[in-house]
DNA sequence: ATAATTGTATTAATTACTTAATACATTAAT
DNA sequence: ATTAATGTATTAAGTAATTAATACAATTAT
């Protein structure tokens, strides 16, 4: 795994991003076990608890659990962790959405443009 | 005009976003003039300096110049002030393709997402 | 029983950012 | 010449956020 950040936001959000990345991907499956804290705080080379910050705000949107001395486990819901996909993804099409907006585009206008985008990144 | 700002970002950088967007909207027109600093910041209830720091900001981007002691105006430049929104546009083109697919998205997927939202929206 | 491992809580240090206060400099207007 | 209006610079105050240090609690494994 590649433990990278940049200097524009909090490591505990990069933290966060990249664990729901491995989540939802299925690299973590549903009901497994994550490393502890300190070890996954180690792996990335972040103070033990940077790591549970970004683990505990996972842990409020229902994507893993914790047992008090056993350790931190993926949701078995797989349903919940489509949904929580699905959501996610929403909410920053409407936040993008409402940025073009605010920029002068239409929503219709928005449509157009990211798909002209796509199709030059794939020419 | 209604200077709104919420508390989640800062007021400078709403104040920019604002006063961009009456340009590219062309509420302000291209060459001209703007209220001074002094003036933009009581009318917002704001300190100068911040609205100071907003216009400094905008004038990086070189939507608008300033004139020592005459004033502050908006480029003469049209076709700058067009090219602008244009990539200020792109560039949250980009920015949000890239989230997507550190949500798991294909650009292709999220064109299609997009268009769903677009069509729910309208409905 | 003891030790080791786990998550958790509390507090402090640091850092960065935002806003504000104030003074300065330049030019246009009177 | 003087005043008024403009943008600008500098510094400080205030605030918030992030990260780190450390100690605690609970349970599992030995």
Redesign the interface.
Known sequence: MAWQFDNERPIYTQLL?QIR?LI??GLYPAGSKLPSVRDLASEASVNPNTMQRALAELERSGLIYSQRTSGRFVTEDGVLIKQM?ES???E???T??H??E????T??D??V???K??EE??R
């Open positions: 991003e990345f939802i991907s996909k996610i993804g929403k920053k099409i409407l993008f959405l940025e073009m605010q920029l002068g585009y929503a219709a928005s449509v443009l990211v798909e985008v796509v990144e794939i």
